[in-house]
């Protein structure tokens, strides 16, 4: 790439990528997407998807999880493993890392240098309009995993897979988590209609690996002809999932081999069937069976954000649940792996496009208590007002307060809460970004 230096600093990279338009911040209608302008940003970048394998991850929940652990087994592999994940926690290095390394700020501002000289000369040679914020970071991060020569890149889907920007990576094994409501208006057929978006990541020359689903949609995914086809419940399945000091202790049975008492690091049952994922990807990818030095890597994995416990008197958990499943999953980890002696804060903020009615009920369902909820709206353009949040936890009978922001939010809460109870601070991975970088200078 050279030595080059094509902005000053990171902070003027990121006004320059920040000009951009960015799904993320908006609404984001996935209808009338291409991946023409992807291919040929990456085409003029020397295709360097192609230089390396990647397994590629959708699905509505889990992604992440599923990304970290295969990296962590690809590592213990003896590979160097590149993850691509999205959207980053606190800041936005954090979306590309290799061997558990997020890009540095310098190498960051060339590589959106770079990104930067490539879309002034595509503009010069075509029609077109500029590429999107997440196109530029892609294509920043595959730039960046063949620049440090990774053996493997894993690759979360951004949204959905069909048209995602992602989804040109040269992919050996394809994951779909699982099929939950999210972005979608919840129609009859919801289920097959975002399946068929997320089975566009399935290629003929590459292994599928689906997570727990109806044979409706596995009969979808066969659609698009992957080499093979590995489906939770007939090909793999977790025989064992319960809770272990920090953590959990799983057996999982693969076409391969049977792995008994593996631990994983992260909490809740939601992760168990995660880690089944991992294995049985990774498992795919290198076509053998994997032995206890490889597994133990499990028991390593740290993953920000995800149920992640930051304190113990009061027990604080932030988790960066965004839609009701999510946040179902949030509430068994803590009632099934916390004993919680006094009350239960929650700590809530999300985003507009969701129904907070679903996700307040999703935390009752779960099994875990909820004595109150403080309401803040994280500072992100398509938050739900506090306001909002507040109404709908009234309106099914818990008490609610609202914060003028997520810090002054985690602040009432502490302030609540005694030495006994816990604190849980979740609704968006950007109300959980905030609380962090809040929480840190405490030194929790």
Known sequence: MGSRAFFPSLAEARAWLDGHVNLEATAGDADGLSLAPMRGLLAALGDPQADYPAVHISGTNGKGSVAVMTAALAQAWGMTAGVYASPHVERINERMAVGG???????????????????????????????????????????????????????????????????????????????GRDHTDGRLGWEAVVMGEK?????????AVLGPMGAELVAIAAEESPRELLVSGRHFELEENRPAVGGRLITVRTPLASYEDVYVSLFGPHQGHNAALAITAFESLVGKDLDEPVLGALGDVAFPARFEVVDRQPLVVVDGAHNPDGLAATGAALAEQFTVLGAVTWVVGMMRDKDPEAMLAAIDDSGARCDRVVCCAP????????????????????????AGDVAEAVERALALSTENDAVVVTGSLYTAGEARLHLAPRGQ
């Open 379 to 402: 500072g992100w353009p398509r938050a739900l007002p506090a306001a909002d949040l507040a109404d709908a936890a009234r309106n099914r009978g818990i008490d609610a307060e609202v």
């Open 101 to 179: 390394d997020p890009v540095s700020d310098a190498e960051l501002t060339e590589l959106l240098g770079h990104m930067r000289l490539v879309e002034g000369h595509l503009a010069a040679a075509q029609d077109s309009g500029p590429p999107s914020w997440f196109e530029l970071v892609t294509a920043a991060a595959l730039r960046w995993f063949a620049d440090v020569a990774v053996d493997l890149a894993v690759v979360e889907v951004g949204k959905l897979g069909r048209y995602d920007a992602t989804n040109l990576v040269n992919s050996r094994v394809s994951v779909i988590t699982n099929i």
């Open 199 to 207: 089975a566009g990541i399935l290629h003929s020359g590459a292994t």
